[in-house]
């Protein structure tokens, strides 16, 4: 792969350059502020979150030892830390990414304030924020973890949590602008720009280019001279209204949306998995837009598109009822907020080529056979950027002919997106 668009930055000389001592001390005075109490730091300690595995960031644990006044025992906490990526970054995917770390760090203000209309736990806490990275409480360390390594895609019980964790963020949100007299894609509007579905991001861009190439590649139009013409002049055209679906919208209700629930941003109850809502990791991507766009993003990235429809109806029942249960229990009637039934599964007919067209292009990233993305990330990070950021065609098709099932699931994900278009067209 060619290296000329390749110009990495320097990197970290070690991970103690994260934090300085006074830093660490403001960090455990926000830790401790909701106990009302006051410490004195003894030490900080920063080492590699191995477990936690991400290509917009780098992650970390943040270890405190303090000790309150009046004891002798020394008292430890671990948080987690997000950063934005050095180690052999591309100087402009480091100030790609650099934009999304800040975009979080502005949104988990927001969610602190959103934690506290429910009961129910979906979010974990924000401590401290930098332009280049935030500490948030440990999810682990809160009773949540995370699926297995290698888990793929979900069960139907599986998915139930994430629905409800997100009805409540979504709920939450309506009780917000109730309370304050705002509206948050207004509010922090700066913040909420689309960093994902732009033809301005190249990630975007170049995965469009090699989902078009394998579209034209599906057994079922090969052969079929339409079809390719269709592919080739048309189909671009009608993807580009997937720019114009990713912004508020004026027609149904808009809620602060995740846009991000794939099961590597999930962690579960350990003690009761099912029962109690998931908390959700990884608010980056987060917009100002209907309910819908999650329950697609949710639905699509963690289930294979054949289960999907087999769920689909009891899906849309269990997001509904939790989030009608939850804009009740605020004081919020949801046909007066042009959520009902209805109005939600008629969104779910408007936005339904977002929801295909973005999980083609994330399977040509998330999907990949075995841990290609990550040892091309570790190995060879110029071929990693390119990838990524300029072309990803040819070594997709390649994947394909080399490894038959990833070849069959992106033919499944390409069908969806076929039956959509061309054939409902036709």
Known sequence: MSDEHYKPILTRINRTELFTPEECKEILSNLLTDKKEQAVLLEFNI???T?????????????????????????????????????????????????????????????????????????????FTR???????????????????????????????ILKSLATLHASSMAYEKQEGKTIGVEIREWLKEVTVSPDVEWYTTGLR??????????EVLNDTKAQEYIAKELPRCLDKVYYMVNPSPVHRNVFVHRDAWGANVFYHKDEPLDKRS?????????????????HLVSYLNL???????????????????????????????NEEQLSQGEFEQSLKDFALFGVTYNCIAATTLRLPGNYLKNLKDARPKDFHSYCNV?????????????????DYMYECVGDLLALTYHKRN
Not at 131 to 160: C, H, I, K, W
Not at 279 to 295: G, H, I, K, T
Not at 398 to 407: I, K, Q, S, Y
């Open 279 to 295: 908390v959700l990791v990884d608010f980056q991507l987060c917009r100002y837009a209907p309910p819908a766009m999650d329950f």
């Open 210 to 219: 090699a989902v078009l190439a394998v579209t034209a590649t599906h057994p």
């Open 391 to 407: 072309d990803r065609t040819d070594e997709l098709l390649r994947l394909m002919n080399d490894h038959p099932e990833f070849a």
């Open 304 to 334: 294979a598109p054949s289960e999907r429809k087999k769920m689909l109806d009891s899906l849309i029942q269990t997001y509904y009822k939790a989030l009608s249960e939850e804009l009740l229990a605020m004081g919020i009637d949801p």
């Open 47 to 49: 080492v590699p979150a």
């Open 51 to 127: 477990e936690h595995v991400g290509f917009l960031g780098e992650y970390y644990h943040l270890h405190l030892k303090y000790q309150f006044g009046d004891q002798k025992d020394v008292q430890t906490t671990r948080l987690f830390v997000k950063s934005v990526i050095f180690q052999n970054a591309n100087m402009e995917f480091y100030m790609e990414k650099l934009g999304i770390i800040e975009k979080e760090i502005k949104l988990y203000e927001l969610l602190n304030k959103l934690t506290k209309f429910s009961p129910h736990v979906w979010c974990a806490k924000c401590y």
């Open 131 to 161: 332009n280049d990275l935030f500490v948030m409480q440990n999810v682990e360390d809160m009773g949540y973890v995370a699926l297995p390594s290698g888990t793929r895609f979900l069960s139907e019980n599986q998915l139930g949590p």
